[in-house]
C-alpha cells in the first residue's frame, strides 16, 4: 500500500491491527503523539485528507491512498503555519505535548468553528495551561515580549523550545527510535492483596518474539521507595521491584521484554499465576482499627497500618475552646485525584559500548532517579547516566522513580536496549495520587471573630505504599494552619496504608487538601458570627512580625522575605465587587454567591533541597548554562535563562541552556516542592554572578582598566573606553589559557513565604446542580515577576486543574479496590469549556531572599481555589459541601432533600 | 489490539455477504463492520471486541452518506458523518433536535470520523462492560452476571433494565430520531426492509447480549423522516455533569406541534436514563390535546418516570430526568421561528 504522508509518499504494509498512530510514529513521525490512545485527548490528531481525525481510532489501512498531515508537514517550505505562529506568539503551550494535536485542531477551523471555540475544542486536552494561552493564541494575541540585552529579567519571554514544540520537532521521552530496542509490559494484580503462590511462565515463553520475562524471584531483594527525595529517609522503605505480595488492584506481578508492544502485551495475557488471597482493607479509619489485616509487616504490631502520625499543640486548645464565643466543628474531605500529565510515564535503557548504562526517562528527579537505580543494582554512579529531554507535564506524579527501574533489569540481563511506556490506563491504576484527606475541623472564636482555637484531626489514605505519606501529611498541617494567627492550636495527623493505589506528590503537596477543609470552616464560622468572610480572614491572618508557626513549637527557617497578602485580598476583594464576569444564567433556578479563601506557601520544602549551575562563555561570544533541574512544561528553562541574560547583561537568546542531565549538568535534587525558581534560580543567579566576575577580572588584566570601569553590554564587554567583542574576549583568553568558566551551587535555607488568594463567583441551578463559574480571579504575592507571562501561566495552569478535583475528577474505587474510570471517558479532566477565564493580579512585593527577588509559585495557586468555590456555593445555596469533587447529582441530591 | 484481517468492499450487497456471519454485532462474533471506528476500534484496544475480520464498508460512502431533505422529507445516509449533518443548513433550520443532538455530542474530530448508521449502534460506557478484567457482565459474557446492580452504578439506567443489565445506551442522536419518529432502511442476505427507529433496539430483558433486532450481515443504509412544518419546533436539552466533553446523564428530545397554546401532537424521548433510546408514550398522552403550561409539563414528567427504577447510587436520575423534561418542554413551548 502507498501512503502519502506530510508529502512524501511511503510504500508500506501496516501490521495486522495497527493503528494510523504507531503508523505513523514508527515511520519517525513523532509529532504524533500518545496522550490517551482513545480518542479522549487529541494528541495524536492528524488531517485524512484535510480533515482533523484522532490517528489512535483510525485503522492505519483506512489511510491507504489519501493525504495524511502531521504536525511536521504544516509549515511549507520552511514557513509555519500562521496557526503555528500563533501559537509561537501567544505561547500557547507549557510542556508542549499537547501542542501539536492542539494546533492540527486548531488550524482546521473556518470562521464560523472559530467563533465556538468550547465546542470546535472538545476534542483536545491540555493539562498546563488553563487553555487561556490557547485562547489568546486562536484570537491573534500576542504575549511574547521583545529580548532586550540587561532587560531579560521581568520580560514576557518565550521558551527556547517553542519552535520545535509548534512544529513537532521536540523530543520528548519515547520521541525517539532506539534501534534493537524490546518492548516491556507489566503484568498487574487483579487482587487488592494477594500472594503470590506461583507464576507458570510456560505459554508466555511460547510467544514468538518474547526475549524475558521477570517475577519477584528475578530482581534484587532490596527495599526502596519510588518516591523521590534528597533524603530517601523521609519516605518508608517499603517497596520491591517485583514483590511476592500485591497489595492494590494494579500492582506489577510481572515484567515481559519481547520485539514487539503487542507479543509482551500478549505473553503478559499468557502467564499463568497462583495468587492466594489475602484480606484487603481500603477505607483508612478501618485500616487502623486493631483487627485490621496489616499490609507491611514491620514488626511492629502497635503501629499496625499507621505508616506516619504527627501530632503537635501551641497553647492549649482545651483552653481557646473554653474562651470561645463560637465554635464551629465539621468533617471535609477530599478525592483521589490523578495527575493526568498527558505524556504518560516512561523510560527506555541501553548500555553502550563499554557496558555504561543510559537512561532516557521522563522524570522530575533524573539524579535522585540515578541513585535509586544505583542502590537497587549495586551500580557505581560512574556507570550509569539519567537524562531527560523534553518532559509532557509531571505536576508531582514524576518525583517517582516507577519505569525506570524494569527497563534497566530487563537491560541488564539481557543486554539490548528496553523500552516502556505506561498507557493511560497504567497512569490510574499503576501510578501515584493526590492523597485522599478527611479533615475534621474545629475552630473557636470570640465574638468579633478573633480565633481563639484552631484543632484539625487528619486522615491521609496513602495507600498500598507510603512514599510521600508523610510529607505531604506534614505540609497538610503545615501551611494551613501557620496562615492564622492564634495562640492555641492542635492538630493531628495519621497516614494510613490501606489496599488502593498508592498516594503520591502532587502540585499543593497535602497542604491543597486541608486548605480546602479550614478555609471552608474559616467560611462557616464567619457565618455563623455573622461577619464578612474577607474581614474575618484579614482579622486573623498572619502579619510580619509574627512568630510563625504552625503546631510545632522547634525554630524554623522560614521567615518574610517579604508580604503580599493583605494586598491579595484587597485585590481579589475589589474585583469580586467590580461587576466584571458574566451575569448569572436568567431563571428564577439559579442562585449566586460568592466565595474566598486564602493560601500560604513556605518556598520550598522543610527537607534539604540542593541544585548546581555551571556557567561559561563559549567562543561564539555566546554563553552556556547547565543546570539539573528538569523542565515538565514549568518554564524553567525560559526562566534560568532570563536570570543568567539579566546578571549578564544580554538577551536570553545569547543564553543556551541544557538541563537535567546527570552527565552534562551538575547535581540537582528535583524539579518539585516549588524550588525551580528559589533554589534552582538561584544557582543561576549564582553561577551567573561568579562567570560575571571572573569575565570583568580577565577583560580588566586583558585591558588594563580597573573592573570598576569593566561591565558588559549584550554581547561586548566595555572596560574604560575599549568596546570589544565576547568573541574577541574569549579568544584573548584562550590564547593565554584562561577558563571562562563558573560553577556554583545552592541551598534552600532560609526560606521565604508566598501567598495566594482566589475568589470565586457563581451560579448554581438549584434542580440541576449545575455549576456556572461567573468570575474567578486570583492574586498571587509571589515577589518579582521574572517571566510575567509564564508566571500568569502557571497561575492559570493551577486554577483550571484546581477546577477539575473540586467539579469533575474523582478516581471511583469500587468495593475490590479496583479504578473503575482508569480513562480520560470517564475520568474528567477540564477541557476548554469547562474552564472560564481567570482574572490573575499580582501583589507589588520584593523578596528579600528569594534569587532577584522572585518567590516560587508552581504549586500554591491551586490550594485556595477548591475552598473559593466551594464558600461561593454555600454563600449561593446556604448549604454547605463538604466533599470533593461537588458534581451536579451531589448539589441536587442536597438541595433537593435539605430544602 | 490483537490481530485481525482486513477487508474492503464496494457495494451494499458485497457488504451484506462478507458480514454474514457477522452475528449481530455481537462481540464474539468473527466478523465486525467498521464505518468511522470511533466505537469498534476503542473496544478492540480495551480487548472487548476481538474481532479476526473487519469489513471496511467506507467505500459505499459514496452512496450511502447523502444527506437529503427534499419536500420536507429527510433522507440520511448511514455513512453521513455526524460532523456534515451537524452543519447541514437545511437540517439546523427544519429539524434542530438533529443538529442539537449531534452537535452535543463527541468531539469534532469524532464527529468528523464517526457515521450515523456506528452512532445509533455505540455501545454503552457502562465500566463493567468496558474493562474485561471484570469477570461479571451480562452484555460481554452471556450469563455471567451484571457487576452494576451492587457496582458503582451512578450513571446507569433507571428504565426499561431487568436483573441482568442496567447498562445506560450512551447516545444523544437516537433520542433525536425518536422524536420525529424516524424509519431506518436496512440492507441483508434477505433483501431490504425499512423499520421503525424505535423498532431497532431492543430492551436488555433476559439477554443483554442482544442489542438490536439486526439480522446477521445486515447494515443500515439510511434514515428517513417524514417531515412536519411543526418539527421546526423541537429540541434537545443535554444535562451532563460538564459542559465539554459528556455522556448525557439526563436528556431530552422533544418534538412539538402547538397551536394556541394547544398541544397537538408531541414527541418525546429520553436519554442517559435508559437501556436503550427511549420514548416516553406515557408523557405524550398526558399533553396530547391540552394547553402546555408548568403544572401540565410535570404531570407529563411523571408519567414518563413512573415506572423508573434507581439502584443504590442511581437513585437521584428519576428526579433529575423529570426536571429535565420539564426544562425541555417548556423551552420547547417558548421556540420561535
Given at each position: 500500500?502507498?501512503?502519502?504522508?506530510?508529502?512524501k509518499?511511503?510504500s508500506?504494509?501496516p501490521h495486522?491491527?495497527q493503528?494510523l498512530?504507531t503508523f505513523?510514529?514508527d515511520?519517525?513521525s513523532?509529532g504524533?503523539?500518545?496522550?490517551c490512545?482513545?480518542?479522549?485527548?487529541g494528541?495524536?490528531t492528524?488531517?485524512?485528507?484535510?480533515?482533523?481525525?484522532?490517528s489512535?481510532?483510525?485503522p492505519?489501512?483506512?489511510?491507504?491512498?489519501?493525504?495524511v498531515t502531521?504536525i511536521?508537514g504544516?509549515a511549507v517550505d520552511?514557513?509555519?503555519h500562521?496557526?503555528?505562529?500563533?501559537?509561537?506568539?501567544?505561547q500557547?503551550f507549557?510542556?508542549?505535548?499537547?501542542t501539536?494535536?492542539?494546533?492540527?485542531t486548531?488550524?482546521?477551523?473556518?470562521?464560523?468553528?472559530?467563533?465556538d471555540?468550547?465546542?470546535?475544542?472538545?476534542?483536545?486536552?491540555?493539562?498546563c495551561?488553563?487553555y487561556r494561552?490557547?485562547?489568546?493564541?486562536?484570537?491573534?494575541r500576542?504575549?511574547?515580549?521583545a529580548?532586550v540585552?540587561g532587560?531579560?529579567?521581568?520580560?514576557?519571554?518565550?521558551?527556547?523550545?517553542g519552535?520545535?514544540i509548534?512544529?513537532g520537532q521536540?523530543?520528548?521521552?519515547?520521541?525517539?527510535?532506539v534501534?534493537?530496542?524490546?518492548h516491556l509490559k507489566?503484568?498487574r494484580?487483579?487482587?487488592?492483596?494477594?500472594r503470590?503462590v506461583?507464576?507458570?511462565?510456560?505459554k508466555?515463553l511460547?510467544?514468538?518474539?518474547?526475549a524475558?520475562?521477570?517475577t519477584?524471584e528475578?530482581?534484587?531483594r532490596?527495599?526502596?521507595s519510588t518516591?523521590?527525595h534528597?533524603?530517601?529517609?523521609?519516605d518508608?522503605?517499603?517497596?520491591?521491584m517485583?514483590d511476592?505480595?500485591?497489595?492494590?488492584?494494579?500492582?506489577?506481578?510481572a515484567?515481559?521484554?519481547?520485539?514487539t508492544?503487542?507479543?509482551a502485551?500478549?505473553a503478559?495475557h499468557?502467564?499463568d499465576v497462583t495468587?492466594?488471597?489475602l484480606?484487603?482493607v481500603f477505607?483508612?479509619?478501618?485500616?487502623?482499627?486493631?483487627?485490621?489485616p496489616?499490609?507491611h509487616?514491620k514488626g511492629d504490631?502497635a503501629?499496625?497500618?499507621?505508616y506516619?502520625?504527627?501530632k503537635?499543640?501551641?497553647?492549649?486548645?482545651l483552653?481557646?475552646?473554653?474562651?470561645a464565643?463560637?465554635?464551629?466543628?465539621m468533617?471535609?474531605?477530599t478525592?483521589?485525584?490523578?495527575?493526568s500529565h498527558l505524556?504518560?510515564?516512561?523510560?527506555?535503557?541501553?548500555?553502550d559500548e563499554t557496558g555504561?548504562?543510559?537512561?532516557?526517562?521522563?522524570s522530575?528527579?533524573?539524579?535522585i532517579?540515578?541513585?535509586k537505580?544505583?542502590?537497587l543494582?549495586q551500580?557505581s554512579?560512574r556507570?550509569?547516566?539519567?537524562?531527560?529531554e523534553?518532559i509532557?507535564?509531571?505536576?508531582g506524579?514524576?518525583?517517582e522513580?516507577?519505569?525506570?527501574?524494569l527497563?534497566?533489569?530487563?537491560?541488564?540481563?539481557i543486554?539490548?536496549?528496553?523500552?516502556?511506556?505506561?498507557t493511560?490506563?497504567?497512569q490510574f491504576?499503576g501510578?501515584?495520587t493526590?492523597h485522599?484527606m478527611?479533615?475534621r475541623v474545629?475552630?473557636?472564636?470570640k465574638?468579633d471573630g478573633?480565633?481563639?482555637?484552631?484543632d484539625v484531626h487528619?486522615?491521609s489514605?496513602?495507600?498500598?505504599?507510603g512514599?510521600?505519606?508523610?510529607?505531604?501529611?506534614?505540609?497538610?498541617?503545615?501551611?494551613?494552619?501557620?496562615?492564622?494567627?492564634?495562640?492555641?492550636k492542635r492538630?493531628e495527623g495519621?497516614?494510613v496504608y490501606?489496599n488502593?493505589?498508592p498516594g503520591?506528590g502532587f502540585?499543593?503537596?497535602?497542604?491543597s487538601?486541608?486548605?480546602?477543609?479550614i478555609?471552608?470552616a474559616?467560611?462557616?464560622?464567619?457565618?455563623?458570627?455573622?461577619?464578612d468572610?474577607?474581614?474575618m480572614?484579614?482579622?486573623?491572618m498572619?502579619?510580619p512580625?509574627?512568630?510563625?508557626e504552625?503546631v510545632?513549637?522547634?525554630?524554623?527557617?522560614?521567615?518574610?522575605?517579604?508580604?503580599?497578602?493583605d494586598q491579595?485580598?484587597d485585590?481579589?476583594?475589589d474585583a469580586?465587587?467590580s461587576g466584571?464576569g458574566?451575569?448569572?444564567p436568567?431563571?428564577e433556578n439559579?442562585q449566586?454567591?460568592?466565595?474566598?479563601a486564602?493560601?500560604?506557601?513556605?518556598c520550598?520544602?522543610?527537607t534539604?533541597?540542593?541544585?548546581?549551575?555551571?556557567?561559561a562563555l563559549?567562543?561564539?561570544?555566546?554563553?552556556?548554562?547547565?543546570?539539573g533541574?528538569t523542565?515538565?512544561g514549568?518554564?524553567?528553562?525560559t526562566s534560568?535563562?532570563?536570570?543568567?541574560a539579566?546578571v549578564?547583561s544580554t538577551r536570553?537568546?545569547q543564553v543556551a541552556?541544557?538541563?537535567?542531565?546527570?552527565?552534562?549538568?551538575?547535581?540537582?535534587?528535583?524539579t518539585?516542592?516549588?524550588?525551580g525558581?528559589?533554589?534552582?534560580?538561584?544557582a543561576v543567579?549564582a553561577?551567573a554572578?561568579a562567570?560575571l566576575?571572573?569575565?570583568?577580572?580577565?577583560?580588566?588584566?586583558?585591558t588594563?582598566a580597573?573592573t570598576?570601569?569593566?561591565?558588559?553590554?549584550?554581547?561586548?564587554?566595555?572596560?574604560?573606553?575599549?568596546r570589544?567583542s565576547?568573541?574577541d574576549l574569549?579568544?584573548a583568553?584562550?590564547a593565554?589559557?584562561h577558563?571562562f568558566?563558573?560553577?556554583?551551587?545552592?541551598?534552600l535555607s532560609?526560606?521565604?513565604?508566598?501567598?495566594?488568594?482566589?475568589g470565586?463567583r457563581?451560579?448554581?441551578e438549584?434542580?440541576?446542580?449545575?455549576?456556572?463559574?461567573?468570575?474567578s480571579?486570583?492574586?498571587?504575592d509571589?515577589?518579582?515577576?521574572i517571566?510575567?507571562?509564564q508566571?500568569?501561566?502557571?497561575?492559570?495552569?493551577?486554577?483550571?486543574?484546581?477546577?477539575?478535583w473540586t467539579l469533575?475528577e474523582n478516581?471511583?474505587?469500587d468495593?475490590?479496590g479496583?479504578?473503575?474510570n482508569?480513562?480520560?471517558?470517564n475520568?474528567?479532566?477540564p477541557?476548554?469549556a469547562?474552564?472560564p477565564e481567570?482574572?490573575v493580579h499580582?501583589?507589588?512585593?520584593?523578596?528579600a531572599?528569594?534569587p532577584?527577588?522572585?518567590?516560587s509559585?508552581?504549586?500554591?495557586a491551586i490550594?485556595?481555589?477548591?475552598?473559593?468555590?466551594?464558600?461561593?456555593?454555600a454563600?449561593?445555596?446556604?448549604?454547605?459541601?463538604?466533599?470533593?469533587?461537588?458534581t451536579?447529582?451531589?448539589?441536587?441530591?442536597?438541595?433537593s432533600h435539605?430544602? | 489490539?490483537?490481530?485481525f484481517?482486513?477487508?474492503?468492499?464496494?457495494s451494499?450487497?458485497a457488504a451484506?455477504?462478507?458480514?454474514?456471519?457477522?452475528?449481530?454485532?455481537?462481540?464474539?462474533?468473527?466478523?465486525q463492520?467498521?464505518?468511522?471506528g470511533t466505537?469498534l476500534?476503542?473496544?478492540?484496544?480495551?480487548?472487548?471486541?476481538?474481532?479476526?475480520?473487519?469489513?471496511?464498508i467506507?467505500?459505499?460512502e459514496?452512496?450511502?452518506?447523502?444527506i437529503?431533505?427534499?419536500s420536507?422529507?429527510?433522507r440520511?445516509?448511514?455513512?453521513a458523518?455526524?460532523?456534515?449533518?451537524?452543519?447541514?443548513?437545511?437540517?439546523r433550520?427544519?429539524?434542530?433536535?438533529?443538529?442539537?443532538?449531534?452537535k452535543?455530542?463527541?468531539?469534532?474530530?469524532?464527529r468528523?470520523?464517526?457515521s450515523?448508521?456506528?452512532?445509533?449502534l455505540q455501545?454503552?460506557?457502562?465500566?463493567y462492560f468496558?474493562d474485561v478484567s471484570?469477570?461479571?457482565?451480562?452484555k460481554?459474557?452471556p450469563g455471567?452476571?451484571c457487576?452494576a446492580?451492587?457496582?458503582?452504578?451512578?450513571?446507569h439506567?433507571?428504565?426499561?433494565t431487568?436483573e441482568?443489565?442496567i447498562?445506560?445506551y450512551?447516545?444523544?442522536f437516537?433520542?433525536?430520531l425518536?422524536a420525529l419518529?424516524?424509519?431506518v432502511?436496512i440492507?441483508?442476505?434477505?433483501?431490504?426492509r425499512?423499520?421503525?427507529?424505535r423498532?431497532l433496539h431492543?430492551?436488555?430483558?433476559?439477554?443483554?447480549?442482544?442489542?438490536?433486532?439486526?439480522l446477521?450481515?445486515e447494515i443500515?443504509?439510511?434514515?428517513?423522516?417524514?417531515?412536519?412544518?411543526w418539527m421546526?419546533?423541537?429540541?434537545?436539552?443535554k444535562?451532563r455533569?460538564r459542559?465539554s466533553?459528556?455522556?448525557a446523564?439526563a436528556s431530552?428530545?422533544?418534538a412539538?406541534?402547538?397551536?394556541?397554546?394547544?398541544?397537538?401532537?408531541v414527541?418525546?424521548a429520553?436519554?442517559?436514563?435508559?437501556?436503550?433510546?427511549?420514548?416516553?408514550?406515557e408523557?405524550e398522552?398526558v399533553?396530547?390535546?391540552?394547553?402546555?403550561?408548568?403544572?401540565?409539563?410535570?404531570?407529563?414528567?411523571?408519567?414518563?418516570?413512573?415506572?423508573?427504577r434507581?439502584?443504590?447510587e442511581?437513585a437521584?436520575?428519576?428526579?433529575l430526568g423529570?426536571?429535565?423534561?420539564?426544562?425541555?418542554?417548556l423551552e420547547?413551548?417558548?421556540?420561535e421561528?
Amino acid at each position: 500500500m502507498t501512503y502519502l504522508v506530510d508529502g512524501k509518499q511511503i510504500s508500506a504494509e501496516p501490521h495486522a491491527g495497527q493503528c494510523l498512530r504507531t503508523f505513523l510514529r514508527d515511520f519517525g513521525s513523532f509529532g504524533v503523539k500518545k496522550g490517551c490512545d482513545g480518542g479522549d485527548c487529541g494528541a495524536c490528531t492528524v488531517w485524512l485528507d484535510g480533515v482533523p481525525v484522532h490517528s489512535c481510532l483510525t485503522p492505519a489501512f483506512r489511510a491507504a491512498g489519501r493525504e495524511v498531515t502531521t504536525i511536521a508537514g504544516l509549515a511549507v517550505d520552511g514557513v509555519l503555519h500562521p496557526m503555528q505562529q500563533a501559537f509561537l506568539d501567544a505561547q500557547a503551550f507549557q510542556c508542549g505535548f499537547c501542542t501539536a494535536g492542539m494546533i492540527m485542531t486548531a488550524a482546521s477551523l473556518d470562521a464560523e468553528r472559530l467563533q465556538d471555540l468550547p465546542h470546535s475544542l472538545k476534542g483536545n486536552l491540555c493539562r498546563c495551561t488553563g487553555y487561556r494561552s490557547i485562547n489568546d493564541a486562536l484570537h491573534g494575541r500576542t504575549s511574547v515580549e521583545a529580548d532586550v540585552a540587561g532587560r531579560a529579567c521581568g520580560a514576557s519571554l518565550p521558551n527556547p523550545f517553542g519552535p520545535s514544540i509548534v512544529t513537532g520537532q521536540a523530543h520528548y521521552t519515547m520521541d525517539v527510535a532506539v534501534e534493537g530496542a524490546l518492548h516491556l509490559k507489566v503484568l498487574r494484580s487483579p487482587h487488592a492483596h494477594a500472594r503470590i503462590v506461583a507464576i507458570d511462565r510456560q505459554k508466555a515463553l511460547a510467544v514468538p518474539g518474547v526475549a524475558g520475562i521477570f517475577t519477584w524471584e528475578d530482581v534484587p531483594r532490596r527495599l526502596y521507595s519510588t518516591a523521590t527525595h534528597e533524603d530517601h529517609l523521609v519516605d518508608p522503605d517499603d517497596t520491591y521491584m517485583l514483590d511476592n505480595v500485591v497489595r492494590f488492584v494494579g500492582q506489577r506481578v510481572a515484567a515481559v521484554v519481547a520485539e514487539t508492544e503487542a507479543a509482551a502485551e500478549a505473553a503478559c495475557h499468557l502467564l499463568d499465576v497462583t495468587y492466594e488471597i489475602l484480606p484487603a482493607v481500603f477505607d483508612p479509619v478501618t485500616a487502623m482499627e486493631p483487627d485490621a489485616p496489616v499490609l507491611h509487616d514491620k514488626g511492629d504490631a502497635a503501629r499496625g497500618n499507621i505508616y506516619v502520625d504527627i501530632k503537635g499543640e501551641v497553647g492549649s486548645v482545651l483552653e481557646g475552646f473554653a474562651g470561645a464565643d463560637a465554635v464551629h466543628e465539621m468533617t471535609y474531605s477530599t478525592s483521589r485525584v490523578q495527575h493526568s500529565h498527558l505524556e504518560t510515564h516512561g523510560s527506555i535503557a541501553w548500555k553502550d559500548e563499554t557496558g555504561r548504562l543510559h537512561v532516557r526517562t521522563s522524570s522530575q528527579a533524573p539524579f535522585i532517579a540515578k541513585q535509586k537505580l544505583c542502590h537497587l543494582f549495586q551500580m557505581s554512579p560512574r556507570d550509569v547516566h539519567v537524562f531527560c529531554e523534553r518532559i509532557g507535564g509531571g505536576f508531582g506524579g514524576k518525583q517517582e522513580m516507577i519505569s525506570e527501574d524494569l527497563c534497566v533489569l530487563a537491560t541488564l540481563k539481557i543486554g539490548r536496549p528496553v523500552q516502556w511506556e505506561f498507557t493511560r490506563e497504567e497512569q490510574f491504576i499503576g501510578a501515584t495520587t493526590r492523597h485522599q484527606m478527611t479533615t475534621r475541623v474545629k475552630l473557636g472564636a470570640k465574638r468579633d471573630g478573633t480565633l481563639t482555637a484552631i484543632d484539625v484531626h487528619v486522615v491521609s489514605n496513602t495507600g498500598a505504599y507510603g512514599g510521600h505519606g508523610g510529607e505531604t501529611l506534614a505540609a497538610a498541617l503545615g501551611n494551613p494552619l501557620t496562615a492564622y494567627r492564634c495562640k492555641n492550636k492542635r492538630a493531628e495527623g495519621y497516614a494510613v496504608y490501606t489496599n488502593i493505589v498508592p498516594g503520591g506528590g502532587f502540585r499543593g503537596y497535602g497542604a491543597s487538601q486541608t486548605t480546602f477543609a479550614i478555609e471552608s470552616a474559616m467560611d462557616d464560622l464567619a457565618r455563623t458570627l455573622g461577619i464578612d468572610p474577607f474581614a474575618m480572614r484579614r482579622l486573623n491572618m498572619v502579619r510580619p512580625g509574627d512568630w510563625m508557626e504552625s503546631v510545632w513549637k522547634d525554630p524554623s527557617d522560614v521567615t518574610f522575605g517579604s508580604y503580599g497578602l493583605d494586598q491579595c485580598l484587597d485585590l481579589v476583594e475589589d474585583a469580586l465587587s467590580s461587576g466584571r464576569g458574566a451575569e448569572p444564567p436568567a431563571g428564577e433556578n439559579w442562585q449566586s454567591g460568592t466565595g474566598v479563601a486564602l493560601a500560604m506557601l513556605d518556598c520550598g520544602p522543610p527537607t534539604e533541597h540542593r541544585s548546581g549551575a555551571e556557567m561559561a562563555l563559549l567562543p561564539d561570544g555566546r554563553y552556556h548554562l547547565a543546570i539539573g533541574s528538569t523542565e515538565m512544561g514549568n518554564g524553567s528553562v525560559t526562566s534560568h535563562r532570563q536570570i543568567a541574560a539579566s546578571v549578564l547583561s544580554t538577551r536570553a537568546d545569547q543564553v543556551a541552556i541544557i538541563n537535567a542531565d546527570t552527565d552534562l549538568t551538575p547535581y540537582d535534587t528535583g524539579t518539585f516542592a516549588s524550588t525551580g525558581t528559589v533554589v534552582a534560580g538561584r544557582a543561576v543567579d549564582a553561577a551567573a554572578n561568579a562567570l560575571l566576575d571572573n569575565i570583568l577580572d580577565f577583560a580588566s588584566r586583558h585591558t588594563g582598566a580597573p573592573t570598576s570601569e569593566c561591565h558588559l553590554d549584550d554581547d561586548e564587554i566595555v572596560c574604560g573606553n575599549r568596546r570589544m567583542s565576547l568573541q574577541d574576549l574569549w579568544k584573548a583568553g584562550h590564547a593565554v589559557g584562561h577558563r571562562f568558566e563558573a560553577k556554583r551551587k545552592a541551598y534552600l535555607s532560609p526560606r521565604t513565604v508566598a501567598f495566594n488568594v482566589h475568589g470565586i463567583r457563581l451560579a448554581v441551578e438549584k434542580v440541576t446542580g449545575e455549576i456556572r463559574i461567573l468570575q474567578s480571579v486570583q492574586a498571587a504575592d509571589i515577589g518579582r515577576l521574572i517571566n510575567p507571562m509564564q508566571c500568569r501561566g502557571q497561575i492559570d495552569g493551577a486554577i483550571a486543574m484546581a477546577i477539575g478535583w473540586t467539579l469533575t475528577e474523582n478516581m471511583m474505587i469500587d468495593d475490590h479496590g479496583a479504578v473503575i474510570n482508569p480513562a480520560f471517558r470517564n475520568y474528567r479532566i477540564p477541557a476548554f469549556a469547562d474552564v472560564p477565564e481567570s482574572e490573575v493580579h499580582f501583589a507589588d512585593t520584593y523578596d528579600a531572599i528569594g534569587p532577584l527577588g522572585a518567590k516560587s509559585q508552581g504549586e500554591s495557586a491551586i490550594n485556595p481555589v477548591a475552598p473559593a468555590i466551594a464558600n461561593a456555593l454555600a454563600n449561593a445555596t446556604g448549604v454547605r459541601f463538604a466533599h470533593l469533587p461537588l458534581t451536579p447529582d451531589r448539589i441536587f441530591d442536597r438541595l433537593s432533600h435539605d430544602a | 489490539m490483537r490481530p485481525f484481517s482486513y477487508q474492503r468492499v464496494d457495494s451494499v450487497s458485497a457488504a451484506v455477504q462478507a458480514g454474514r456471519i457477522d452475528a449481530n454485532g455481537h462481540l464474539d462474533a468473527p466478523v465486525q463492520f467498521l464505518a468511522g471506528g470511533t466505537t469498534l476500534l476503542d473496544l478492540m484496544k480495551l480487548d472487548v471486541m476481538r474481532p479476526q475480520r473487519i469489513v471496511d464498508i467506507n467505500p459505499l460512502e459514496t452512496s450511502l452518506s447523502d444527506i437529503a431533505v427534499e419536500s420536507g422529507d429527510v433522507r440520511l445516509g448511514a455513512l453521513a458523518r455526524m460532523s456534515d449533518v451537524a452543519d447541514h443548513p437545511a437540517i439546523r433550520k427544519d429539524f434542530p433536535v438533529i443538529a442539537q443532538s449531534l452537535k452535543l455530542a463527541a468531539s469534532a474530530q469524532l464527529r468528523n470520523m464517526a457515521s450515523l448508521g456506528g452512532n445509533v449502534l455505540q455501545r454503552t460506557r457502562c465500566t463493567y462492560f468496558r474493562d474485561v478484567s471484570w469477570a461479571s457482565c451480562n452484555k460481554r459474557i452471556p450469563g455471567s452476571g451484571c457487576a452494576a446492580l451492587e457496582g458503582v452504578n451512578r450513571k446507569h439506567a433507571v428504565l426499561g433494565t431487568s436483573e441482568n443489565c442496567i447498562a445506560t445506551y450512551p447516545g444523544d442522536f437516537a433520542q433525536a430520531l425518536l422524536a420525529l419518529d424516524a424509519t431506518v432502511d436496512i440492507a441483508g442476505v434477505q433483501g431490504d426492509r425499512t423499520i421503525a427507529f424505535r423498532d431497532l433496539h431492543v430492551k436488555p430483558g433476559e439477554t443483554p447480549h442482544v442489542e438490536t433486532t439486526l439480522l446477521p450481515g445486515e447494515i443500515i443504509t439510511a434514515f428517513r423522516i417524514a417531515g412536519e412544518p411543526w418539527m421546526k419546533r423541537s429540541l434537545y436539552l443535554k444535562i451532563r455533569d460538564r459542559e465539554s466533553y459528556e455522556f448525557a446523564i439526563a436528556s431530552a428530545a422533544v418534538a412539538l406541534d402547538l397551536q394556541d397554546g394547544i398541544v397537538r401532537q408531541v414527541r418525546i424521548a429520553i436519554g442517559g436514563m435508559a437501556t436503550v433510546p427511549w420514548r416516553s408514550e406515557e408523557a405524550e398522552a398526558v399533553l396530547t390535546g391540552k394547553p402546555l403550561d408548568e403544572e401540565r409539563a410535570r404531570q407529563a414528567a411523571q408519567a414518563a418516570f413512573a415506572a423508573a427504577r434507581g439502584r443504590g447510587e442511581n437513585a437521584f436520575k428519576p428526579e433529575l430526568g423529570r426536571e429535565t423534561l420539564v426544562r425541555a418542554l417548556l423551552e420547547a413551548a417558548t421556540l420561535e421561528f
